[in-house]
């Protein structure tokens, strides 16, 4: 080998190893305090019903600042950790970056809940869980396997017994800046009785500054957004004007143009059926898989939905592509361990280099038949070259064309929002 070769090697091995700014909390540490601070699913059955409040009035109030912590996911400095996330095109598996960031948004609830500063903090009395996952922003096209991510996050808005936590996660890079901006997210807790299973106010959430005023009213805005996206979903309301327009536009260009007739259709040119944009697999929910309430742990849907969506979006474009946005995840009920999980995809609209893929989560019982929808997930992903556009046949295919454009627009007007967060002080 000569010198030349030795010596860029020696760059190369110097730049792989970095040096934190400070010491953190990482990931697998706080994986292990979690539990301490929450009552066993075994022991809530034979709780005081005194420890559950009855009202928001009768606790204390709480900064953004009680809530606000950081823990590091050392992939880029432990190589164990490294194979773990480490993705076999390159970069860095993006489902497990959102199972930490749900377990995260808990840990930021029980600073926001309890007292952590106190010598002995008696565990939360109640269950806390993931109800919605309002929005999760790539800044960052393809993040680095080979540098630390850091975690950090707080509680941005309380309604009665719902948490609203902004999260946002950074890389570590060079100098003057230490820290870039990867991903920033809401996440939407709930609290939930152990036994009545019905809501447990929290904490109400006091800004402390002019920074966290900001930030609460920003909260109370997506709360508002939330409240009207679902005023004015399909499922609720007719499309508008504008959007009958548009299905009927598509369906005319499925004319056949040699016959006088509406049941001859025909694919043009640079358009996909969405009929054949689907994949699906089934996912069975084994133990290791349950959280501390004996459920199936959130952040292992996500996972599996996002390698899903991520595999059909890669399939219909033959491209791998790059994750941008993901929004209004909803959690509408718990699955059981032993459950079979049907996951369902679908590219629903693309534009340009983007697709808008739907995943759909179903919990079968193969004995009875019944099926149960427990979640579904929108993902905008982009690819580095111009895709199909989609074509629906039937009518319910037309109103998912049409809530897949709705959720990218939405990204659009979303996806240029500067971050701010408390970390930045």
């Not at 890079?173 to 939930?192: C, D, Q, S, Y």
């Not at 742990?297 to 491209?319: D, K």
């Not at 989560?361 to 580095?384: I, L, M, Y």
């Not at 064309?401 to 627009?409: M, P, S």
């Amino acid at each position: 080998m000569t010198i030349l070769k030795l010596l860029h090697r020696s760059l190369h091995l110097v730049r792989q190893v970095h040096v934190l700014p400070r010491e953190y909390l990482t990931m697998e540490e706080m994986l292990k305090k979690i539990p301490k601070y929450l009552v066993p699913v075994t022991e809530k059955v034979v709780l005081d019903p005194s420890q559950v409040p009855q009202s928001q009035e009768v606790l204390p109030e709480r900064s953004m600042r009680d809530s606000f912590c950081e823990v590091i996911v050392p992939f880029g400095s432990n190589p164990e950790l490294h194979k773990r996330y480490l993705s076999p095109i390159g970069g860095v598996r993006i489902g497990r970056l959102l199972e930490d960031m749900d377990i995260f948004a808990v840990w930021v609830c029980l600073h926001h809940l309890l007292d952590m500063k106190a010598i002995e903090t008696r565990p939360l009395p109640y269950n806390l869980v993931t109800a919605l996952v309002d929005q999760i922003r790539f800044v960052q096209g393809q993040i680095s396997s080979d540098r630390d991510l850091r975690l950090s996050g707080h509680v941005s808005f309380v309604g009665k017994s719902s948490l609203e936590i902004s999260l946002a996660l950074h890389q570590f890079g060079e100098k003057p800046h230490p820290w870039n901006l990867i991903t920033h997210a809401w996440f939407v807790m709930v609290l939930r009785h152990a036994v009545l299973d019905q809501a447990v106010p929290a904490n109400p959430l006091k800004p402390a500054s002019d920074l966290e005023l900001k930030l609460y009213n920003q909260g109370k805005n997506n709360a508002l957004r939330r409240k009207t996206d679902g005023e004015e979903s399909l499922l609720r309301k007719p499309p508008t004007e504008q959007e009958r327009f548009i299905i009927h536009d598509l369906f005319l260009r499925t004319l056949n143009p040699e016959k006088h007739t509406f049941q001859s259709r025909v694919r043009p040119l640079g358009y996909i059926w969405m009929e054949d944009a689907k994949l699906k697999k089934v996912v069975i929910c084994h133990l290791e898989d349950r959280n501390q309430l004996g459920k199936i742990f959130g952040g292992f849907i996500m996972r599996q939905a996002f390698e899903l969506a991520w595999a059909n979006a890669y399939v219909v474009s033959r491209q791998a592509p790059t994750i941008e946005f993901i929004d209004d995840i909803w959690f509408r009920r718990p699955v059981e361990v032993g459950s079979l999980l049907y996951m369902a995809s679908q590219v629903v609209f693309t534009e340009g280099h983007r697709m808008q893929v739907r995943v759909c989560a179903q919990v079968v019982d193969p004995e009875s038949g019944k099926q149960e929808e427990t979640n579904t997930f929108h993902f905008t992903f982009v690819v580095s070259k111009e895709v199909d556009q989609m074509l629906p046949k039937a009518y319910h295919e037309s109103m998912l064309y049409l809530e897949g454009r709705r959720h990218f627009v939405s990204r659009s007007d979303r996806q240029e929002e500067e971050y701010i967060g408390l970390d930045a002080l």
